[in-house]
């Protein structure tokens, strides 16, 4: 048994609306416990003048998988020019906007987040994205299955099988993969590109399976509702970083037909085409209509300047956007026709117009909508940036005068009309805990993280108050995880092994003969090795820690 | 404080050892003894440069190293060096002179893999032999040569100019197999024979044959262009250097074009 206390801290913790309130938190087991002040214990920290708050959670964040490893293979400059660290605990790893597995634990752990969830694992890829984040130190993490462009799914709508029938096959497939959730890429269009469409609105037909993109959004919406998987479809919408795409975002929260909905990295989908470049910022239009339905919550993934690579499963959109590429390669794959994936590196400029203008929309999209429990603090990373640019962010978020002083540098025209200039809000450090820790918990359905209640597990970053944000959340002074110290001062102290989160919804085992047969004749994994065990799970995460997320309105499941 | 130094190996690395960073520029205004303390990764562990090298100071006061010694498993020699002069006396490791901006490097001994690699400037020259992938990219990098004047007088490896763009090569000895493959400009005189693919997917650029001529591949043509000026002054610059390119300007060479298969400005120029 070992326990540690922090003692005199100013804890931020908005799951149980603590707002900056004196006191002293104590762990026993890994575990946020109450001790009395005088009982011994074996670690006491002074905290006092220092801000506490659970560890930081990414809901978002491509760090395993066959994309990331493709960005990671086509970018080695990336690698040769971020060096490994002089810290004999880290093994060699390098990279930062395509980092290795265990560079990126040990950048997320000393920034003082302590899970991170891949948002887009293909079906037929999930062992591969398992392994790479089981190997990724440090970290709790999971994964969603990206569905709605594999043929098997669209061929069941399109022979219009019933609503029970494709939620069986969305349970079998998040039971196989070992999801957390289910994401949908460009819903449709991955596929229509393979069917040389080059763009696909909401409501037009696929040309060879004539579905929408509307119908594979509210069928899968609903599925993933009905077998009570706590976070929400996790939408990519159509037409990402198309002008104008503002109308097929609108269209797809109508889509959901109030069901909830997670709309990921919305600035990439909040373009409008105004002004005498036809590309405008449509971010209080969306924000409005957020604020207006309860049912969406969203992250921005931010664009931050500089050299970062896309990775993305919309091969439709990626491809468009091949010849923007810097330096100019990029890999387009497919596995299985499953889904996609596209590899595009990129380099956002201050000075041009477009970027200028993306970064100007994410900032505003954070800044308008009002409720800070449905906003996810995200790059999309590496899209918009990489991870390890949160606390410039959150700089951003918080100080008015330092985003006045970056918006001055931009693109001239930009920097003069931009609305981000007149939105005077600042974001509170109760508000920035909500968005990168207590937000995507509660999204997620992990009930005892992202908070320091009693019974929580300590994951808890510690840092000391300075006046210049991003200063602050660069180096945390001590950041626990489960309860050991993992990192102080932004150096790594400890790598433990971190868990798998997973839901495991009930579903009609019937399904599974058809897709044997579909996959016996269409596809080349054999239907034996479809599905990951628990046992296998525990081996792909590296030994680490399996952690069953608890379905809405049902009773939890044993381990 | 000195500007020279004198480093004897002592004895082999047990694993590779990366001497990128030490460089004549960088290293100039220390004392041998902080020389000798400035850490080297040796496999994944960082170790006092000491460890390998006895460090002696010269008089010279040109920024200035001399390494003594079988430096074959040590890397990235001279790797980014932007200025002053390094000598080898012997063999050296992978990534020779990659990224040199300006100076000198002279190795009396042969190279591993990738020496030269984006050469921007200055000059490197090998006595001896020098692996695969000299003067292209490193690795996943769009290109390779770009400026500066390298010379081997040994034989080299295959992709020897790989996506090459700028810059003067003096081959004295045989090329591998597809020498200045993707090569978009600079030039390469090779006095030796060449290996399979020469030219593979060439788009720009000059090859001068000044040894047995190779074999022609289908997307070579020749064209009938005259070219007496240019050679004139490129023969001149080449016979500098003396040996088998000392009579090239009393030519009158054969110029072909290709590879047509990429796009089709690439010459060669071979003996008449």
């Not at chain 2, 020699?77 to 990659?98: K, P, Q, W």
């Given at each position: 048994m070992s326990t540690l206390r922090l003692r005199g801290g100013r804890i931020v913790d908005p799951a149980n609306g603590i707002d900056g309130d004196l006191g002293d938190l104590c762990v026993r087991d890994g575990r946020i416990v109450e001790l009395p002040a005088a009982e011994a214990v074996d670690h006491e920290y002074d905290v006092s003048g220092m801000v506490v708050m659970a560890g930081g959670i990414d809901l978002h964040s491509h760090i395993g998988g066959g994309k990331v490893n493709l960005a990671r293979m086509l970018l080695p400059e990336d690698h040769r020019i971020n060096r490994r660290s002089d810290n004999p605990l880290e093994l060699a790893s390098a990279g930062c906007c395509t980092p290795g597995t265990l560079a990126t634990g040990y950048r997320y752990a000393e920034m003082g987040y302590t899970a991170a969830f891949e948002p887009a694992m293909a079906v037929s890829n999930a062992r591969h994205a398992h392994l790479e984040m089981g190997d990724t130190p440090i970290l709790d993490h999971g994964a969603y299955v990206m569905l709605g462009n594999e043929e098997v799914f669209l061929r069941m709508l399109a022979e219009g099988q019933d609503v029970e029938r494709v939620r069986d096959y969305v349970g079998w497939a998040i039971n196989a993969t070992r999801a957390m959730g289910v994401k949908v890429v460009n819903p449709g269009g991955i596929s229509a590109f393979k069917f040389n469409q080059r763009k696909?609105?909401?409501?037009?037909?696929?040309?060879?399976?004539?579905?929408?993109?509307?119908?594979?959004?509210?069928?899968?919406?609903?599925?993933?509702?009905?077998?009570?998987?706590?976070?929400?479809?996790?939408?990519?919408?159509?037409?990402?970083?198309?002008?104008?795409?503002?109308?097929?975002?609108?269209?797809?929260?109508?889509?959901?037909?109030?069901?909830?909905?997670?709309?990921?990295?919305?600035?990439?989908?909040?373009?409008?085409?105004?002004?005498?470049?036809?590309?405008?910022?449509a971010a209080r239009r969306l924000a409005e209509e957020v604020n207006a339905r309860p049912n969406i919550s969203i992250d921005v993934g931010q664009i931050i300047f500089g050299q970062t690579v896309t990775a993305s499963g919309d091969t439709m959109r990626q491809h468009a956007n091949a010849d923007l590429?810097?330096?100019?390669?990029?890999?387009?794959?497919?596995?299985?026709?499953?889904?996609?994936?596209?590899?595009?590196?990129?380099?956002?400029?201050?000075?041009?117009?477009?970027?200028?203008?993306?970064?100007?929309?994410?900032?505003?999209?954070?800044?308008?909508?009002?409720?800070?429990?449905?906003?996810?603090?995200?790059?999309?990373?590496?899209?918009?940036?990489?991870?390890?640019?949160?606390?410039?962010?959150?700089?951003?978020?918080?100080?008015?005068?330092?985003?006045?002083?970056?918006?001055?540098?931009?693109?001239?025209?930009?920097?003069?009309?931009?609305?981000?200039?007149?939105?005077?809000?600042?974001?509170?450090?109760?508000?920035?805990a909500i968005m990168t820790r207590a937000a995507p918990a509660r999204l997620l359905g992990l009930t005892d993280r992202g908070q320091l209640g009693v019974g929580a597990a300590a994951d808890i970053a510690v840092y000391r108050e300075d006046a210049d944000r991003e200063a602050m959340f660069t180096t945390p002074e001590y950041v626990f995880k489960d309860g050991a110290l993992v990192a102080r001062r932004g150096r790594i102290e400890a790598t433990p092994v971190g868990g798998t989160h997973y839901v495991e919804p009930e579903f009609d085992r019937g399904i599974e003969r058809s897709l044997a047969r579909y996959s016996e004749a269409h596809l080349a994994l054999s239907y034996r090795h479809a599905t990951i065990s628990r046992d296998e799970l525990c081996s792909c995460a590296n030994g680490g820690a399996l952690l069953p997320c608890r379905l809405h309105g049902r009773a939890e499941r044993p381990a | 404080?000195?500007?020279?130094?004198?480093?004897?190996?002592?004895?082999?690395?047990?694993?590779?050892?990366?001497?990128?960073?030490?460089?004549?520029?960088?290293?100039?205004?220390?004392?041998?003894?902080?020389?000798?303390?400035?850490?080297?990764?040796?496999?994944?562990?960082?170790?006092?440069?000491?460890?390998?090298?006895?460090?002696?100071?010269?008089?010279?006061?040109?920024?200035?190293?001399?390494?003594?010694?079988?430096?074959?498993?040590?890397?990235?020699?001279?790797?980014?060096?932007?200025?002053?002069?390094?000598?080898?006396?012997?063999?050296?490791?992978?990534?020779?002179?990659?990224?040199?901006?300006?100076?000198?490097?002279?190795?009396?001994?042969?190279?591993?893999?990738?020496?030269?690699?984006?050469?921007?400037?200055?000059?490197?020259?090998?006595?001896?032999?020098?692996?695969?992938?000299?003067?292209?990219?490193?690795?996943?990098?769009?290109?390779?040569?770009?400026?500066?004047?390298?010379?081997?007088?040994?034989?080299?490896?295959?992709?020897?100019?790989?996506?090459?763009?700028?810059?003067?090569?003096?081959?004295?000895?045989?090329?591998?197999?597809?020498?200045?493959?993707?090569?978009?400009?600079?030039?390469?005189?090779?006095?030796?024979?060449?290996?399979?693919?020469?030219?593979?997917?060439?788009?720009?650029?000059?090859?001068?044959?000044?040894?047995?001529?190779?074999?022609?591949?289908?997307?070579?043509?020749?064209?009938g262009h005259d070219i007496r000026v240019f050679w004139a002054l490129l023969a001149r610059s080449l016979a500098a250097h003396g040996g088998p390119f000392e009579g090239l300007a009393g030519w009158r060479p054969q110029r072909l074009v290709g590879d047509l298969s990429a796009d089709g400005k690439g010459e060669w120029l071979l003996p008449g």
């Open positions: 696909l609105d909401v409501d037009q037909d696929h040309v060879h399976w004539r579905i929408t993109p509307r119908q594979v959004v509210q069928t899968l919406a609903r599925a993933v509702h009905e077998l009570g998987v706590p976070h929400p479809l996790h939408i990519h919408a159509s037409n990402l970083g198309v002008p104008g795409n503002v109308d097929s975002t609108l269209a797809t929260m109508d889509a959901l037909e109030g069901l909830p909905g997670h709309l990921t990295h919305l600035q990439f989908h909040s373009y409008g085409t105004e002004g005498s470049r036809k590309f405008s910022s590429g810097s330096p100019r390669k990029w890999i387009g794959a497919d596995i299985e026709c499953d889904a996609g994936c596209g590899v595009v590196p990129f380099r956002y400029r201050e000075q041009s117009y477009v970027n200028a203008l993306q970064w100007a929309i994410g900032l505003e999209l954070f800044l308008l909508v009002d409720d800070p429990w449905r906003v996810v603090l995200t790059t999309d990373h590496p899209n918009g940036g990489p991870f390890t640019s949160y606390p410039h962010l959150i700089r951003l978020l918080m100080d008015k005068s330092f985003r006045d002083e970056q918006l001055a540098k931009l693109h001239p025209e930009v920097a003069a009309n931009a609305e981000l200039r007149e939105i005077r809000r600042e974001l509170s450090l109760y508000e920035i | 404080m000195s500007a020279a130094f004198h480093l004897r190996l002592r004895t082999q690395p047990a694993l590779r050892l990366d001497l990128a960073g030490i460089t004549p520029t960088a290293m100039a205004g220390q004392d041998a003894a902080a020389f000798a303390r400035r850490p080297l990764w040796h496999g994944n562990e960082a170790l006092p440069l000491g460890e390998f090298f006895d460090v002696r100071v010269l008089a010279d006061e040109a920024p200035t190293l001399v390494f003594e010694g079988d430096l074959g498993r040590c890397d990235g020699v001279g790797r980014a060096m932007d200025g002053g002069s390094l000598r080898v006396e012997g063999d050296v490791g992978d990534y020779l002179g990659a990224q040199l901006s300006a100076g000198e490097i002279r190795v009396s001994g042969s190279a591993g893999l990738l020496a030269a690699c984006e050469l921007a400037g200055g000059r490197l020259e090998v006595e001896g032999d020098v692996g695969d992938h000299a003067a292209s990219a490193l690795p996943g990098d769009m290109d390779g040569m770009r400026g500066g004047l390298f010379i081997v007088r040994g034989n080299v490896g295959a992709r020897f100019g790989d996506r090459m763009r700028r810059g003067t090569v003096l081959i004295f000895g045989n090329a591998g197999d597809f020498l200045a493959s993707r090569m978009v400009a600079g030039t390469i005189a090779v006095a030796g024979e060449t290996g399979a693919h020469c030219g593979y997917a060439m788009r720009r650029g000059s090859l001068v044959f000044a040894g047995p001529p190779p074999a022609i591949p289908a997307t070579f043509a020749a064209t």
